[in-house]
């Protein structure tokens, strides 16, 4: 049978495997519901009917841009003119309110993760719907799916036709079913094994003709595991965003005690201010406040109630978990949805355990502070992933190993080897193999949190109070960083060896991000030359252009490393005696930072960059008529559209909007912390769509290469 080039098989809508033993046009089948992270089949039908819409032309090659283009469907708000927030809402239409808080908020309450658990993980068994019902299953393993075959495209579907199928397996029950030809048979549980030869069911069906049609149905079970930092993770894109009142403010401001005070809209002895500009005068301690309860009973809860901070808290942001700041929103959980989109014969298993803040050492290997919520720390991946994989648990995993790392606190340039110890599972207690890794790791090696606030503050006193509230981030410039870069190999090799040992994963089935510059406007300049723009939440942030150029040239010379490491044939200047030799083997991705080179953190769309401009800065009310500008906090469009691909700080004061638990909620110091701390300088949920369809040209190849796996066209109505 003829192998299709990947670029071929990329035109077809759905694949088969080796075992097809009709004629492709004689019978069409698919996987109902084949993203096995959502649990009813209505979260996949979201994104199928948003695929098919913007897909187009079945015939014609598979759009380089699909995973955006869903994107765009998904979240474009619902109104007629999007030119900016207030005009969106002036021309909204009927799903306007659910359109503004994005694709996820939907999809978030019922998946195979206990987002609300403690602590939070992927559960177990998870009870899927189906169209016939609901079913148990092993997250990992399934033991079945559910499968709708129906005749092609070129056969009658006049009359009542007779379908028959058994399991491939010896012993199976044969069942038969009589409906009319047009319907399509759905079978409630083709059984799945690893082993192939013995997977899937055989099908037949007797036509009214007489003439008996075959089929074999085998499902491709991929397990797709994504393990990483914030950029992995979908930080600062919560799964559902905060909603703000579009009347009331925040006063910021341990003196303001009573309710008069909270209620009123300009506090005693403050001074006027206008449109929010770093250019013009405002309160700081003035912001959007979060819409709550009181403000929908027409009450006002004092401020510093219990009534006010359990309505507060009630309104946080959603997060599929909020421990690790992660989200359906990253990059990894739209490519295993694309996926499962583009071959409907494939079921995707997807396991994302990426959390923000993480480094090779305290996140992949050690526990690492958690970013909020009540469990304190959340579990080194690597244990949560040999966990899930073992059978029996991690009673089961007895495979002692140990690992040399370079360790060094934050800000100093003193290094030290140590060994890291650790408990895998033996591979015959495996539940299976991992069929592709999605990684995003190095940036927090390196330091990239303390590079940020070197690029966005003039002394580290600036925000020293905050320090320790940040994961005691430490403020430092790219030379310290530079001591960290010339141990990333070594972080990296172990990486390589662990997921080997541990995981029996291959250099070759695994995926690395190398991140997305964040410097450049919408020219291809070094932001800065509007140091406050985007960043009025807090009057001691501001860009630096010449801080922001040695971040620029350091994350040049960081890819550059990136690149040596992953494969020393990429560059001719590679360093000698890199621990990882002539590489990891990893595929490295950095097609996608092209698309970032206009995009950064402070580019304006070049088609309106005035106005743009003044819609990346904090909503304040204005003086003159006591109206939120430049709009209303209540119609603020986390979602939509944006030409810049990052999340200032003012984006994620709006999105997130995490207040520490350890200060008054009305704490002077909680808007910067919540500037920060919600996910700034972190690609937006477009951003991680971009991001996705270049490592999609990465995981098809990964999946192609699989031994025994051979793809062949299935004929397609193009009906579903």
Same mark, same amino acid.
């Given at each position: 049978?003829? @192998?299709?080039?990947?670029?071929?098989?990329?035109?077809?809508?759905?694949?088969?495997?080796?075992?097809?033993?009709?004629?492709?046009?004689?019978?069409?089948?698919?996987?109902?519901?084949?993203?096995?992270?959502?649990?009813?089949?209505?979260?996949?039908?979201?994104?199928?009917?948003?695929? @098919? +819409?913007? @897909?187009?032309? $079945?015939?014609?090659?598979?759009?380089?841009?699909?995973?955006?283009?869903?994107?765009?469907?998904? %979240?474009?708000?619902?109104?007629?003119?999007?030119?900016?927030?207030?005009?969106?809402?002036?021309?909204?239409?009927? !799903?306007?309110?659910?359109?503004?808080?994005?694709?996820?908020?939907?999809?978030?309450?019922?998946?195979?993760?206990?987002?609300?658990?403690?602590?939070?993980?992927?559960?177990?068994?998870?009870?899927?719907?189906?169209?016939?019902?609901?079913?148990?299953?092993?997250?990992?393993?399934?033991?079945?799916?559910?499968?709708?075959?129906?005749?092609?495209?070129?056969?009658?579907?006049?009359?009542?036709?007779?379908?028959?199928?058994?399991?491939?397996?010896?012993?199976?029950?044969?069942?038969?079913?009589?409906?009319?030809?047009?319907?399509?048979?759905?079978?409630?549980?083709?059984?799945?094994?690893?082993?192939?030869?013995?997977?899937?069911?055989?099908?037949?069906?007797?036509?009214?003709?007489?003439?008996?049609?075959?089929?074999?149905?085998?499902?491709?079970?991929?397990?797709?595991?994504?393990?990483?930092?914030?950029?992995?993770?979908?930080?600062? %894109?919560?799964?559902?965003?905060? &909603?703000?009142?579009?009347? @009331?403010?925040?006063?910021?401001?341990?003196?303001?005690?009573?309710?008069?005070?909270?209620?009123?809209?300009?506090?005693?002895?403050?001074?006027?201010?206008?449109?929010?500009?770093?250019?013009?005068?405002?309160?700081?301690?003035?912001?959007?406040?979060?819409?709550?309860?009181?403000?929908?009973?027409?009450?006002?809860?004092?401020?510093?109630?219990?009534?006010?901070?359990?309505?507060?808290?009630?309104?946080? *942001?959603?997060?599929?978990?909020?421990?690790?700041?992660?989200?359906?929103?990253?990059?990894?959980?739209?490519?295993?949805?694309?996926?499962?989109?583009? %071959?409907?014969? !494939?079921?995707?298993?997807?396991?994302?355990?990426?959390?923000?803040?993480?480094?090779?050492? *305290?996140?992949?290997?050690?526990?690492?502070?958690?970013?909020?919520?009540?469990?304190?720390?959340?579990?080194?991946?690597?244990?949560?992933?040999?966990?899930?994989?073992?059978?029996?648990?991690?009673?089961?995993?007895?495979?002692?190993?140990?690992?040399?790392?370079?360790?060094?606190?934050?800000?100093?340039?003193?290094?030290?080897?140590?060994?890291?110890?650790?408990?895998?599972?033996?591979?015959?207690?495996?539940?299976?193999?991992?069929?592709?890794?999605?990684?995003?790791?190095?940036?927090?090696?390196?330091?990239?949190?303390?590079?940020?606030?070197?690029?966005?503050?003039?002394?580290?006193?600036?925000?020293?109070?905050?320090?320790?509230?940040?994961?005691?981030?430490?403020?430092?410039?790219?030379?310290?960083?530079?001591?960290?870069?010339?141990?990333?190999?070594?972080?990296?090799?172990?990486?390589?060896? *662990?997921?080997?040992?541990?995981?029996?994963?291959?250099?070759?089935?695994?995926?690395?991000?190398?991140?997305?510059?964040?410097?450049?406007?919408?020219?291809?300049?070094?932001?800065?030359?509007?140091?406050?723009?985007?960043?009025?939440?807090?009057?001691? $942030?501001?860009?630096?252009?010449?801080?922001?150029?040695?971040?620029?040239?350091?994350?040049?010379?960081?890819?550059?490393?990136?690149?040596?490491?992953?494969?020393?044939?990429?560059?001719?200047?590679?360093?000698?005696?890199?621990?990882?030799?002539?590489?990891?083997?990893?595929?490295?991705?950095?097609? +996608?930072?092209?698309?970032? *080179?206009?995009?950064?953190?402070?580019? !304006? &769309?070049?088609?309106?960059?005035?106005?743009?401009?003044? $819609?990346?800065?904090?909503?304040?009310?204005?003086?003159?008529?006591?109206?939120?500008?430049?709009?209303?906090?209540?119609?603020?469009?986390?979602?939509?559209?944006?030409?810049?691909?990052?999340?200032?700080? &003012?984006?994620?004061?709006?999105?997130?909007?995490?207040?520490?638990?350890?200060?008054?909620?009305?704490?002077?110091?909680?808007?910067?912390?919540?500037?920060?701390?919600?996910?700034?300088?972190?690609?937006?949920?477009?951003? +991680?769509?971009?991001?996705?369809?270049?490592?999609?040209?990465?995981?098809?190849?990964?999946?192609?290469?699989?031994?025994?796996?051979?793809?062949?066209?299935?004929?397609?109505?193009?009906? !579903?």
């Amino acid at each position: 049978m003829r @192998r299709l080039t990947l670029a071929a098989a990329s035109v077809l809508s759905l694949w088969t495997v080796v075992g097809t033993s009709a004629n492709a046009a004689d019978l069409v089948w698919e996987i109902e519901s084949p993203f096995r992270l959502f649990k009813p089949t209505s979260s996949f039908a979201l994104f199928e009917n948003a695929y @098919r +819409h913007v @897909r187009g032309d $079945l015939e014609a090659p598979l759009p380089a841009d699909i995973i955006w283009r869903t994107e765009r469907r998904l %979240n474009d708000p619902d109104c007629k003119d999007r030119s900016s927030p207030d005009r969106c809402h002036a021309t909204r239409g009927p !799903r306007y309110e659910q359109s503004r808080l994005g694709w996820a908020a939907q999809t978030l309450p019922a998946v195979c993760f206990e987002s609300q658990g403690n602590p939070r993980r992927y559960s177990t068994i998870c009870e899927r719907k189906y169209s016939w019902g609901t079913a148990k299953e092993d997250y990992i393993l399934p033991e079945a799916h559910t499968v709708t075959i129906g005749l092609g495209p070129d056969q009658p579907t006049d009359g009542q036709c007779t379908w028959t199928w058994e399991p491939r397996k010896t012993g199976g029950k044969v069942e038969t079913k009589k409906i009319a030809c047009k319907t399509k048979l759905t079978i409630a549980r083709v059984p799945f094994a690893l082993d192939r030869a013995v997977s899937g069911v055989a099908v037949s069906v007797k036509l009214p003709d007489g003439r008996e049609l075959n089929e074999t149905v085998i499902v491709d079970d991929v397990l797709v595991v994504a393990i990483g930092d914030s950029f992995a993770s979908g930080e600062s %894109n919560p799964d559902r965003p905060v &909603n703000f009142s579009g009347t @009331r403010e925040m006063v910021y401001d341990p003196q303001v005690q009573r309710d008069e005070q909270l209620a009123a809209r300009k506090p005693a002895n403050a001074p006027m201010y206008g449109v929010a500009s770093a250019d013009q005068g405002f309160n700081p301690k003035v912001l959007p406040r979060r819409r709550l309860e009181d403000e929908e009973k027409s009450l006002s809860y004092k401020v510093n109630s219990r009534e006010f901070i359990a309505a507060f808290e009630q309104r946080n *942001a959603r997060w599929f978990s909020a421990d690790c700041h992660r989200s359906q929103y990253g990059y990894p959980f739209r490519v295993g949805l694309q996926l499962a989109l583009e %071959n409907r014969h !494939r079921s995707v298993t997807l396991v994302s355990l990426a959390c923000s803040g993480s480094e090779v050492t *305290a996140g992949l290997f050690q526990e690492l502070a958690s970013r909020e919520g009540a469990q304190k720390t959340v579990r080194a991946q690597f244990d949560q992933l040999s966990d899930l994989i073992c059978k029996g648990g991690a009673a089961a995993r007895t495979v002692k190993a140990s690992y040399t790392l370079p360790f060094f606190e934050h800000g100093s340039t003193s290094v030290q080897m140590r060994e890291v110890a650790q408990r895998w599972c033996p591979p015959q207690q495996r539940k299976r193999s991992i069929d592709l890794v999605l990684m995003s790791i190095g940036g927090n090696d390196v330091g990239f949190g303390a590079l940020a606030l070197y690029s966005m503050t003039e002394s580290a006193s600036d925000l020293a109070p905050i320090a320790g509230l940040v994961g005691s981030q430490v403020r430092f410039p790219p030379s310290v960083s530079r001591v960290y870069l010339a141990s990333l190999d070594k972080r990296l090799k172990a990486v390589k060896d *662990a997921l080997r040992d541990g995981f029996g994963v291959e250099p070759a089935r695994v995926v690395q991000n190398a991140y997305e510059p964040i410097q450049f406007d919408e020219t291809g300049g070094i932001c800065g030359t509007q140091p406050t723009l985007g960043m009025d939440v807090h009057p001691n $942030l501001r860009l630096n252009k010449a801080r922001l150029t040695e971040v620029g040239d350091f994350f040049k010379d960081f890819v550059k490393r990136l690149e040596c490491i992953s494969s020393t044939g990429r560059r001719s200047d590679c360093p000698a005696g890199l621990a990882t030799g002539p590489g990891t083997g990893f595929s490295l991705v950095t097609e +996608h930072q092209v698309k970032f *080179a206009k995009r950064g953190i402070c580019a !304006r &769309n070049p088609q309106s960059a005035i106005a743009d401009g003044m $819609l990346m800065q904090m909503p304040r009310k204005s003086a003159l008529d006591d109206e939120f500008k430049p709009y209303s906090p209540d119609g603020a469009l986390p979602y939509a559209s944006h030409w810049r691909l990052f999340r200032t700080p &003012n984006d994620a004061f709006l999105a997130a909007n995490l207040h520490s638990p350890s200060l008054p909620v009305y704490d002077i110091l909680q808007p910067v912390y919540a500037g920060l701390y919600s996910g700034a300088v972190h690609p937006t949920a477009e951003g +991680h769509a971009i991001v996705a369809d270049q490592v999609m040209h990465h995981a098809r190849s990964v999946l192609d290469r699989r031994p025994n796996i051979v793809i062949t066209p299935v004929a397609t109505t193009g009906s !579903r």
